[in-house]
């Protein structure tokens, strides 16, 4: 995971020279401080305290400021049950082949 100032500046290659995915949305950091929130919680079974989250979320927003994260939500196009009848047509006459 990449929430520190170091991978959100300065990491872009991983092993092997491949290109690590990156965070470029306030989204992206938030998520994996959820993750990072939970695995915390999974492992020492106590909550991160209410001091401590706030001054991590001030920090989150100090990088996303610095970055130049976007927050932008991206749009989300609906599925039409109508649109999906054909793809499934053949998705069923593929598996059956």
Not at 5 to 16: I, R, S, T, V
Not at 42 to 65: D, P, R
Not at 70 to 78: G, I, K, S, Y
């Amino acid at each position: 995971m990449c929430t520190s100032n170091w991978c959100l500046g300065k990491l872009e290659h991983g092993e092997d020279s491949r290109k690590l995915k990156g965070i470029h949305t306030e989204g992206a950091l938030q998520a994996d401080w959820k993750y990072v929130s939970i695995h915390y919680k999974k492992i020492t079974k106590n909550s991160i305290s209410e001091e401590m989250s706030k001054k991590i979320h001030q920090g989150m927003q100090h990088l996303a400021n610095k970055y130049g994260l976007t927050d932008q939500v991206r749009e989300n196009t609906p599925v039409y049950i109508e649109d999906m009848i054909p793809f499934n047509e053949t998705r069923v006459e593929t598996q059956e082949k």
